[in-house]
């Protein structure tokens, strides 16, 4: 059951260049969400969107960039990639937005 | 104040323990609580929901109390699979139309050893 899927699992590329994450779901869920996880921070909220056309920042947005033309689609893209956004990168789902949200693989992005 | 609290760990029990969690939560308006299991880094997963009137699920008990304001999960006959990083999950509302919020504990780190 691969509901949602990211890709790619694994990524390495140089301060100022721009990356794309990608965020699949299969559920036509209305909720989506971009995290990024840390050592000693937990899980944090970059971006979500409520619909296709509707998004909204999170904990810590600065530096990343994210759209939703489709409902099943939501990738992020850091526009000049930092050596502080290296970290995992997950994407979830969920159709009613306080219920439990559904993860995907993750994305390791390191950045030299 | 953090919005969820919880002790980072590790607990190390061993085999056959029973090992129990608590995490604080500070919006008195929440209504959704969750335990999540995370292994190594890899994806969060949804271990059980927090109802009202506690719960259980096999070796696994859950519970709210919202005098206090925090969860608890108890684990019983603890096993090496059950080894991992337990996170804390709950919901901020918001009133005023919008998206309710999922916020996420930083997690509790479980070590069972044979």
């Known amino acids: 059951d691969a509901g949602i899927t990211q890709s790619p699992r694994y990524k390495i590329t140089e301060t100022g260049r721009q990356v794309t994450l990608m965020c699949h779901q299969t559920?036509?869920?209305?909720?989506m969400f971009w995290y990024r996880q840390d050592l000693g921070h937990g899980l944090r909220l970059i971006y979500y969107?409520?619909?296709?056309?509707?998004?909204d920042k999170g904990e810590v947005p600065d530096g990343y960039v994210v759209s939703r033309s489709k409902t099943e689609n939501f990738p992020l893209t850091l526009e000049s990639a930092t050596r502080s956004q290296t970290s995992v990168y997950f994407c979830?789902?969920?159709?009613?937005?306080?219920?439990?949200?559904?993860f995907g693989d993750g994305t390791r992005l390191s950045i030299l | 104040r953090k919005e969820v609290e919880q002790d980072p760990g590790p607990f190390n029990v061993p085999e056959g323990a029973t090992v129990a969690f608590n995490c604080t939560y500070s919006?008195?308006?929440?209504?959704?609580f969750f335990w999540y299991r995370q292994d190594c880094r890899k994806e969060p997963k949804l271990l059980m929901s927090?109802?009202?009137s506690g719960n259980e699920d096999g070796r696994f008990t859950a519970q709210l109390n919202r005098a206090s304001q925090y969860i608890s999960l108890l684990i019983r006959d603890s096993k090496l699979s059950d080894s991992a990083t337990y996170l804390c999950?709950?919901?901020?509302?918001?009133?005023?139309?919008?998206?309710?919020?999922?916020?996420f504990g930083a997690g509790t780190r479980l070590a069972v050893h044979p």
């Open positions: 999950v709950v919901n901020r509302p918001f009133f005023s139309g919008g998206y309710n919020k999922l916020i």
């Open positions: 559920w036509s869920h209305s909720y």
């Open positions: 969107s409520a619909a296709a056309d509707i998004t």
């Open positions: 919006n008195s308006a929440s209504q959704s």
């Open positions: 979830a789902s969920t159709h009613v937005g306080d219920q439990p949200q559904h």
């Open positions: 927090v109802y009202s």
